[in-house]
């Protein structure tokens, strides 16, 4: 069976241009609807470790990704929405999808084998997969949860590292916080209009829509770029009196500009429509969040990376995201994120 995103007769087969081809070597042309099972064949030799456990490792992903679609797509039909009566590690009330799509990505990332160590936002500390894999992986299992009862899209965010200490040896604090910049690959799962896959592993940016009929993820957006100048800008504006006085002038000068304020309240929402159509995305610091309210482990330093890979930028005011030290697991930072001249702009504020 063929379906429109397969290459030999998809009207919207293209490969790469030769502008884009040329930017970077390591960066090979796809045919737009490759799946991605083949994808990450072909492509396994640019990862660092090319052993073949990372490839794995997305795969393990990508098929606790479809769990969770399918749970979030019957969400309205059965009794899983709603609070699940408990709190997780931020003091959130956790809802019920958060702890399914949690359970599904642990169950998924413990039964791959290639992950030694979990830390996820809705454990207190990282799990211990008991695996001898070579592995770190991070995630918000449910990113955006506030909207899962009002049918607005939600996302999946994850960061991959490298396990630093030798196989075998216990898990310690070196493996588990690692900045950023260490991160071999990340990426993010939009389950929207359509559940989009996006990831990189620091060859650039690619994106997969899922056909559910097939049960599989097909590229559909090759070598994605975010453009470097946008108009759009994404702040919860309902904490403008608690911003510092730089971030409202700032947003003043958004409004100067006549940019479009665009605020969804999934960050892999806004983050995903930014990517594509140019913009910022802003999580100050607030008064009731003087760090801002995003975590850096599994929300900001994978879309960070993916901005990065696609030309944009992202820093907490002051310096690269990627190069924050954690201290904790569960720490937050402020978080401005998206088309390299409009961070650059707010950044001179
Ligand atoms: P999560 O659902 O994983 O807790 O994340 C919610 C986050 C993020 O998705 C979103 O951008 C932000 O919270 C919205 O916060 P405000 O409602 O304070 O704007
Ligand atoms: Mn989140
Ligand atoms: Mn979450």
Same mark, same amino acid.
């Given at each position: 069976m063929r379906t429109n995103f397969e290459p030999e007769f998809s009207p919207k087969m293209k490969v790469k241009s030769q502008a884009a081809k040329s930017m970077e070597e390591s960066r090979i042309a796809q045919p737009i609807g490759i799946a991605l099972d083949r994808f990450i064949?072909?492509?396994?030799?640019?990862?660092?470790?090319?052993?073949?456990? @990372?490839s794995q490792l @997305? %795969?393990? =992903?990508?098929?606790?990704?479809?769990?969770?679609?399918?749970?979030?797509?019957?969400?309205?039909? #059965?009794?899983?929405?709603?609070q699940a009566g408990s709190i997780n590690s931020g003091g959130d009330a956790q809802q019920k999808l958060d702890v399914l799509a949690n359970? %599904?990505?642990? %169950?998924a990332l413990t039964k791959g084998g290639?992950? $030694?160590?979990? #830390?996820?936002?809705?454990?207190?500390s990282y799990v211990d997969l008991s695996n001898d894999g070579k592995y770190v992986i991070a995630i918000d299992p449910l990113d955006g949860?506030?909207?899962i009862d009002v049918n607005v899209s939600i996302g999946t965010i994850f960061s991959i590292y490298r396990r630093k200490s030798p196989v075998g040896q216990p898990i310690s604090d070196a493996d588990i916080l690692q900045k950023g910049s260490e991160q071999v690959a990340a990426g993010y799962i939009l389950y929207g209009s359509s559940t989009m896959l996006v990831y990189t592993t620091g060859h650039g940016v690619n994106g997969f829509t899922y056909d559910p009929t097939l049960g599989e993820y097909f590229l559909s957006h090759a070598d994605m770029?975010? +453009?470097?100048?946008?108009? =759009?800008?994404?702040?919860?504006?309902?904490?403008?009196?608690?911003?510092?006085? +730089?971030? &409202?002038?700032?947003?003043?000068? $958004? &409004?100067?500009?006549q940019y479009t304020g665009r605020y969804i309240g999934s960050l892999i929402a806004d983050f995903h429509r930014n990517l594509l159509k140019g913009g910022i995305y802003i999580y100050p610091a607030t008064a009731k969040d003087p760090n801002g309210k995003l975590r850096l482990m599994y929300e900001c330093n994978a879309l960070a990376f993916v901005a990065e890979q696609a030309g944009g930028k992202a820093t907490n005011g002051k310096i690269s995201v990627l190069d924050?030290? +954690?201290? !904790?697991?569960?720490? %937050? !930072? +402020?978080?401005f994120v998206g088309s390299k001249n409009m961070v650059t702009k707010a950044e001179s504020f």
């Open positions: 064949k072909i492509n396994q030799d640019q990862f660092a470790y090319a052993s073949g456990e @990372l @997305l %795969r393990d =992903i990508a098929l606790a990704s479809k769990v969770v679609n399918r749970e979030v797509n019957k969400a309205g039909l #059965i009794d899983i929405m709603g359970i %599904r990505f642990t %169950r290639e992950a $030694c160590a979990l #830390i996820s936002e809705e454990t207190e949860s506030s909207n770029r975010i +453009p470097e100048d946008g108009k =759009i800008y994404s702040i919860n504006e309902g904490s403008y009196n608690s911003f510092a006085q +730089p971030v &409202k002038d700032y947003v003043s000068y $958004c &409004k100067d500009q924050i030290k +954690p201290k !904790t697991l569960h720490e %937050r !930072t +402020p978080f």
